[in-house]
């Protein structure tokens, strides 16, 4: 198989480049709009385990201010520290360092690695803004940090009944004020894994799905939302009014 790159200009001249297997007649698998290859190489969903019950998992503390609304447990192991809950309304169960939240906190690293670890002969990718995409099943990877920025990102199932995209993030995740991700095509949060190497931060009102797995911290900011999970492994989950429901 012979390698091509493909480079997308998109809005605010951000630019992100795409790595695809070209055929060896050299044409290629392109049917996106983006000009995002379309994979071939299915993804196996990424076990959580003991991990799954929980809405919030964090290393060190979850604080939570203003109207915050969870649906889902919160865990914590090795903190000691839950704080806002109420005002906060929790509908689900408070684990500190309890046996759940220990066991959690097992299953989420083995979670992190597999989705780390994932490889496939036409991963796709990404780097700088992936606002204004739509991305197909299968694995993504970034060698830097990548932000939803200048447009909103939509996953896009294609029909197809349990597809998963996992997206391996070398650094941070950042997304702007507003910013939403859209699912298409039957798409299930619970079938979207962000593997992010330090940390996640949620503009003001921006609009999240899947399952966000986080070296380090987590931060929402004012009315930002998700649809999945936010899990901490060493680090902190701050929050400020925000609705995040476990899918």
Not at 34 to 58: C, H, R
Not at 126 to 139: D, E, F, V
Request: hydrophobic share 40%; with cysteine; glycine share 12%.
């Amino acid at each position: 198989m012979k390698t091509k790159t493909f480079i997308s200009t998109l809005a605010l001249a951000t630019v992100v480049i795409l790595t695809s297997c070209a055929k060896d007649d050299g044409s290629t698998n392109i049917d996106n709009p983006n000009g995002i290859p379309s994979q071939s190489t299915v993804q196996a969903k990424v076990e959580l385990a003991g991990t799954a019950d929980f809405a919030l998992l964090a290393g060190s503390a979850i604080t939570s201010t203003g109207a915050t609304n969870i649906t889902g447990n919160i865990g914590l192991s090795p903190g000691t520290s839950i704080g806002g809950f109420p005002p906060g309304i929790l509908v689900g169960s408070r684990e500190i360092n309890t046996n759940l939240a220990v066991q959690g906190k097992v299953d989420l690293t083995a979670a992190y690695n597999d989705a780390a670890g994932r490889t496939a002969t036409d991963i796709v990718t990404l780097s700088g803004n992936i606002g204004g995409l739509t991305l197909t099943p299968g694995l993504y990877k970034t060698t830097s940090s990548l932000a939803i920025s200048s447009g909103d990102l939509t996953f896009d199932a294609e029909g197809k009944s349990g597809s998963v995209f996992i997206i391996q993030i070398a650094s941070a995740l950042t997304t702007t004020s507003g910013r939403k991700v859209f699912l298409k095509g039957g798409a299930l949060a619970s079938n979207i894994y962000w593997q992010i190497g330090s940390s996640a931060t949620f503009g003001t009102t921006s609009v999240m799905k899947g399952t966000i797995m986080a070296m380090q911290s987590i931060t929402f900011n004012t009315g930002a939302t998700l649809d999945g999970r936010a899990l901490a492994r060493t680090g902190g989950i701050v929050l400020a009014g925000n609705t995040i429901v476990k899918h």
